[in-house]
Each structure stands twice: as structure tokens, then as C-alpha cells.
């Protein structure tokens, strides 16, 4: 069954690390995004792209960085500059003519 | 700027007890309204896209409505399995095709 692949599920980090977050989809989709959501806030937007090795800041996007050197995978790295990083990290897909987004199972990262 | 408000941030119900769940939206140029279930430690899960004003969508218990300002989902004799926290988010002209911005969710409780 075509869908998006998250992993982990959960991360934990230590103080000055940098991690990354893995995402892989199957649909064939054009664009993918990073969300990071956090209690009782609505998902932000990381970073997001339209196409191979092309991607575009989002709201939020300082301590963080992408690559999208293939259309089935975008993976997050979440650098020490992220003074805040403890959170659930979503990532989602679409195609060009359906703005209907397909989620992954999330990332739950925390900063031990 | 741009803003997505849901009302209220929690509302309990009882089995069979219908109510409805509000989305504010201030953009300029809506292209597009979506609704999304997120259950606990998942990702969301697309629900409707409503494009215009005037245009309603059911599935099951749920039926989403729009106008200008804002939009309902209305939820008919709930069922406790549709306890979720249920997320707006909308698409507005002038941006790069897919990218949503989300209101902070209303979770929703029913009890039986």
C-alpha cells in the first residue's frame, strides 16, 4: 500500500547533537513538507518542496535544515542551533492538482 | 496576517449528543479549506476540502460547511470512536500550490 514513512517514532537527543529524521513516501507525490507541532498550537511549517533538489524555508525554519536528493524521501536534520527542539514532527505529500495533504505517523523528538 | 482560529480549544459531548466545531479564518484569496482527525501520537488524517462558499461535505456522522468567514463540522449523534482532536487548515491564493497553514486544533471527547 502506497504511503508515507516516518522514523523512529521516537528520538531523544542530547544537548549540542544534531539528528535526523527520516522521511519516505511511495505515492508519488511532487511536493513534501516538514510540520512541527507542539501543544495546543496548530502545526508550523519547517520546510517544504515542490521538487528534486529544490526546497523553501517555511515559518519556522532557523535550526533546521533539509535535502531532497530523491522524489520518494525528504529528511529533517534537526542541528544543535534548535534551542527548542523537544516536540512531534510531522511529515506530509502531495500531488500538484489534489492540495490534499497525506501524513506520515509523526516523530516525537526529545531533548534528554 | 493571515490567521486560522478554532472554537472552542476542548468540547466534551455525551454519546449521541451533536454539536458543532467552528473554524475562523482571515486570508486573503482562499483557495481552499481542508479538515483533518488527528488521533493521539498519529499523524492527521484528511477528512473533506471545501473550496467555496456555500459548499458542504458529509461523510458518516461529519458534515463540514464554509462561508466567507469561517467554516463548521458538525457532528451528529457522536460516537465515543470519534474522539479525536480535529484540525482546520486552509490554502490561500498567491502561495506556492499545497502549502496549508493549520488552526490549534479543538479536541473533542465523547463520552458514552
Known amino acids: 500500500d502506497g504511503g508515507i514513512t516516518q522514523s523512529p517514532k521516537y528520538l531523544f537527543r542530547k544537548e549540542g547533537q544534531n539528528v535526523t529524521l527520516s522521511c519516505e513516501q511511495n505515492?508519488?507525490?511532487?511536493?513534501m513538507y516538514w510540520y512541527r507541532q507542539d501543544p495546543g498550537q496548530g502545526l508550523r511549517l519547517i520546510y517544504y518542496s515542490q521538487i528534486v533538489n529544490d526546497f523553501q524555508k517555511g515559518d519556522i525554519a532557523e535550526g533546521y535544515s533539509v535535502s531532497r536528493e530523491k522524489k520518494e524521501s525528504f529528511p529533517l536534520t534537526v542541528t544543535s542551533a534548535q534551542k527548542n527542539p523537544t516536540a512531534f514532527y510531522l511529515c506530509?505529500?502531495?500531488?500538484?492538482?489534489?492540495?490534499?495533504?497525506?501524513f506520515g505517523s509523526g516523530t516525537r523528538l526529545t531533548v534528554v | 496576517e493571515d490567521q486560522v482560529t478554532q472554537s472552542p480549544e476542548a468540547l466534551r459531548l455525551q454519546e449521541g449528543e451533536s454539536s458543532s466545531l467552528n473554524c475562523s479564518y482571515t486570508?486573503?484569496?482562499?483557495?481552499?479549506l481542508f479538515w483533518y482527525r488527528q488521533d493521539p501520537g498519529k499523524g492527521p488524517e484528511f477528512l473533506f476540502t471545501l473550496y467555496s462558499a456555500g459548499e458542504e461535505k458529509e461523510k458518516e456522522r461529519l458534515k463540514a460547511t464554509l462561508t466567507k468567514k469561517e467554516s463548521f463540522l458538525h457532528i451528529t449523534a457522536p460516537k465515543p470512536e470519534d474522539s479525536a482532536t480535529y484540525l482546520c487548515a486552509v490554502h490561500k491564493g498567491g502561495t506556492s500550490y499545497g502549502k496549508l497553514t493549520f488552526g490549534q486544533g479543538t479536541i473533542l471527547t465523547v463520552h458514552p
Open positions: 505515492l508519488n507525490h511532487d511536493a
Open positions: 486570508v486573503s484569496g482562499l483557495r481552499g
Open positions: 506530509a505529500s502531495s500531488t500538484q492538482v489534489n492540495y490534499g495533504y497525506t
